[in-house]
């Protein structure tokens, strides 16, 4: 809270240098007087009386300058209109003895504005402020019609802000009243007075972690991307930007946070954090402002304005009679001026409760007031008009009111037509919407006429609607329930959760709190059977409904029938539908959880309305995108490893796909048959592209080529080479005379595709290059690099012209908008960023993926931009908002990591989702799950003792457990990347912790703190293990190499050499007389530890081999992309089995304390159990899948991809 500073003197307008002048000017001019009358006498006297009348003059304009004795001014006010569209300011001068309507044209459409500010005075310092801008963010706020009245309130406001420095103000008032209104007026009018403005409407009860976010993305400038666990430690960090910088933050609509009934003025549970948030507000010194808009005054505000002189409240009154008039008068209603004034007090002077009574009396009265006055039934208030002119609403008008408090935002025409279960004609429709808003009960907005409903409205309306479902329920007897969605599968991401907090949360509280939850659900499968008799031909919501209902009542959906039933609107991502039936059943605009594994590369067809996908499953798949929904469209299966690229031809018939497994395939995107397969690459091919013509494919690849290749007849035309590392991107100039890559080498060329010639070198990076682009007018091209920024260039001259900063992690993709000049980067620190190409400013940052971030697309027009990375998860954002449209959630069950307890009785691996599995090796159940990590596990290990289980997981943290406890103890902070594999010493003293930010850690386990931090891998640690004195850590790098250290100093003894490609993983013998080294080579490597001499170079694997471990008598299992296990002898380097069973690449391999059973994980989903001397699997383990046995017999409304997904993920179709 910034102390009142005291008021300034009044400051003479001349400079000092000029009023010395006037004084020195007088002073000469009375000695030339004197001078004159010396020498002249008398005759001197005219000259005298002119000289002495200047130097008066002169002498009185010394102290009292003219702008001083100019006139007062008539006080006016001076409300700013600003067109958020496109960055204009203007102003409206309104005179402060008139009330006159000032017209705000204020638009939440755009997110952010920027307002240039004047030269001003900070008055808490009195310190001269040169020119700036104030960035402001309206999302959420209103569009305004005209401003009427409220002139004392206003300038109350405005003294508040300006001259007194209140740091927390709010304006209380009933619903309707035009508290939103004036606070737009106030923060056009103030803004310059703040370094930022944050808009937040809690109309749709956003949790306060989630405002805390992006205000804080907003106040940083897009720099803060990650919130601190702690939600003191981020508050802690708001309050320190709010120091710094003054904001001033406004949050519309806190009454629907807070409690109904005898429980007002208290916070609605889990909103809580908002009184702390509000309090601290108010009692922490900071030079910020908070304004609120409420309906109520909560005890904190009462409590903080006794306490501190800058908490206010202001209350809004109703309207005088003059300007209620002045509102709804428009030549239809008649009456005298008492009978005119008696209409405005008897509804308290309340806007909008004074324009829907006005209606009323129209169609009612005739217009006439006095009948009205003399006939009205008592009713006054603001719900009882709602539900008056509820009862007067058609069929149709009513339906379209609910389905507006469903959308909770501006749908259009289009939109509200399919949401309709009954079908209506265009103009009946539109008769429909013109009526209601003559009513005053719907509002129009935007250019593109969208239709939504006041707060006020939409709220009561939920009310009523949640009334109106419970009713029914007590009565069983379905209608309402069955003709609106109360959460829509295809909504915003926003939207659904808001549907979700206002419709489903307490829908479910008020059944259970009736009910009890074993008779809810008898009450439930009731309801569910009555479903069962509507008519097949009139499908309805009720069945989609009640799915969702249970589903957030997390009741055993498998006690329930769904068969023979339509489902609408069900999201059913990330839900257990096990032994669910679902046989015969239609659905319709539902979503399920599909089998993406990681996304690599996302493209959008330039023609029609397809999305293509590369993942980690190996396969490519293609989505139908329509509004807010994506169906699977195709399924193309033939790569046999990781798809790197995928991009569309031209004209959008043939999509092109390349991966790890050293191909390029040609696919039919109707059909989704392989046209061709070519081949010359010689290892990964990372990316491929069309020519803007689709007369050639490039290709590029680790063999550190370039290829192009002829369309036509699927020959390579020419390879580019010059690049000295993997080159990673490449991309076409829009005209397709020239290409631009970049390189593993740190480098960017570009290349001349008439001479095939390299035109340029482009050097600045200091790390490898991962993604190029070039800008749609060809002007400009993008490079992001693991060094964390994004570089860009002047296509011509090949100069830098910007270096973008404020990722923290390397950026793996970037692109240009393909009609504005905007470029986006996505990370692997999950975020993703705008930036504008002409000035190099960040815009915004997108957040939302909680793992990294590999690819990001345009479609064809840039108001759709897709994501998709390692948290198995595609999202498509709406670029004019930054909001995301949807979600599509894949779900991979890979084993990455299997070990056995000492006592071999458990089995630790990963889980499908964020947790740990532990099995009972003698029986083929999950003992446990241990779950806490926020991101997938990707290795565990075992203390000697088998007392605590260490893991490591991509949230960057290992987590200790007590295993008999089966307990969460600590949690190691330290790494600032994914924690790829840790390791008890043989004592259980320490725990070593590898990481892919190239570091190791060790740790001490009793008191949780880091002994040393091994540094000297210049790539990720992959592997690590301890010998068996404890006294030396072998470490496996992708920098191809194996570093031995000294436990105890923390030093690196010796380096091993040999490998030609990434190490995966490192094992110590028993005894310590081997070392195993496995890498992507396809090798094993066997290292004698006494000399640190290469023995044996085990060669078999025909792809990476992932995992290595050394058992009893010195047998080493190897684990490979291959698919295979092969046991090896150490001492003489010969195989002596290969172990075959696994579908997919085996990733983990891991030997009991005997060496007799070896496990192993894989991408397939299953751990095998193998006894090793007869090397035979007696056992095979398996999480379930989401849909284990869900019986989708007959059920229609699916793709066939859908179908096919389904099955794989456990579905059975008969």
Known sequence: MIPRAPEAEPKHPLPLWGRWLILIAVLLLVIGLAILWIIQGAQALIPVVVITVIGVVLAFFQVFPPTLLLPEKEPSIKIASTDLSSSHVSTTLVDAHRVVPAILTTSPASANNTVTRAPDVDQSTSVARMANETRIDWDGAPQQGKFYGRLEEFTTLEKWIEHEHCCVLSILGQGGIGKTSLAVALVNQVNTLFDYVFWRTLQNAPPLREVLKESLLFFSEQQITALPENEEAALALLFDILKKKRCLLIFDNLETILQDGNHASLYQYGYEDYDNFIRRFGTTRHSS??????????????????????????????????VGRAIIEDGTLFGSDDQWSMLVQIYSGNPLALKLVCEFIRE???????????ERDGSTGIHALLDQQFKRLSALELEIIYWLAVERERVSLEELRVDLVTSVIKKELLDALLSLRRRFLIETTGSSVQFTLLPLIMEHVADVLVDQIYEEFLNEDINIFGKYALMKADAKEHVRESQIRFFLAPLAKRLLDNFGESELQQKCQHILSLIHTFPAAQPTYAAGNMLSLLIFLKFDLEKYDFSHLFIRQAYLQKVNLSNVNFRSTHFDKSMFTDTLGNILSLS??????????????????????????????????????????????????????????????????????????????????????????????????????????????????????GHEGEVRSIAFSPDGTRLVSGSQDKTVRFWDLTSRDCLAIVTGHTSEVWSVAFSPDSRFCASASDDQTIRVWDSQTHALHHVLTGHTRRVRSVAFHPLEPLLISASE???????????????????????????????????????????????????????CLTALSGHSNWIKTVAFSPDERLLASNSDTYTLSLWQTEIEETAHMLTGHNSWVRTVAFSPDGNLLASGSEDTVVRLWNVRREQYVKTLRGHHSWVTSVAFSPDGNVLASASE???????????????????????????????????????????QKVRLWNVQLGTCLTTLHGHTSRVRSVAFSPDGRFLASASGDHTVRVWQT??????????????WVRSVAIGADAVIASGSDDRTIRLWDARTGECIQVLEGHADHVRAVAFNGQ???????SRDGSIRLWDVPAGTCYKILKCDRPYEHMDITGASGLTEVQRETLKVLGAIDH
């Open 289 to 322: 402002c908070l304004l609120l808009t409420s309906r109520e005054k909560t005890k904190e505000l009462v409590l903080l304005e006794s306490a501190s002189a800058g908490v206010r409240s202001l209350s809004v009154a109703g309207l005088d009679t003059k």
């Open 829 to 883: 620190d999950q975020t993703i960023r705008q930036w504008d190409t002409l000035t190099g400013q960040r815009r915004h940052t997108l957040v939302g993926h909680t793992g990294w971030i590999r690819s990001i697309a345009f479609n064809a027009d840039g108001s759709v931009l897709a994501s998709g990375g390692d948290d198995q998860t595609i999202r498509l954002w709406e670029t004019n908002t930054n909001h």
């Open 364 to 374: 009612i009265f005739g217009g006439n007031i006095e009948v009205f006055l003399r």
């Open 604 to 721: 959008f067809a330039p023609v029609g309305d397809l999305v293509a996908g590369g993942t980690t499953t190996s396969s490519v798949r293609i989505w139908r995108w329509q509004g807010m929904h994506a169906s699977p469209h195709l399924d193309c299966t033939g790569h046999t490893d990781w798809v790197r690229s995928v991009t569309f031809s031209p004209d959008s018939n043939v999509l092109a796909s390349c991966g790890n497994d050293q191909t390029i395939r040609l696919w039919d995107v109707n059909t989704g048959i392989c046209l061709s397969v070519l081949r010359g690459h010689n290892s990964w091919v990372r990316q491929v592209i069309f020519s803007p013509d689709g007369k050639v494919l490039a290709s590029c690849g680790n063999d550190q080529t370039i290829r192009l290749w002829d369309v036509a007849t699927r020959q390579c035309m020419h390879i580019l080479q």
């Open 1090 to 1103: 006494d000399t640190w001499r290469c023995l044996h170079i085990l060669l078999g694997h025909t792809n």
């Open 1155 to 1161: 060496g007799n059973h070896l496990a192993s994980g």
């Open 997 to 1039: 930010d190239a570091s190791i850690c060790l740790w001490n386990i009793q008191t949780g703190k880091a002994i040393h931090t091994l540094t000297g891998h210049t790539h990720r640690v992959g592997s690590i293990a301890f010998s068996p004195d404890g006294t030396l850590l072998a470490s496996a790098g992708d920098d």
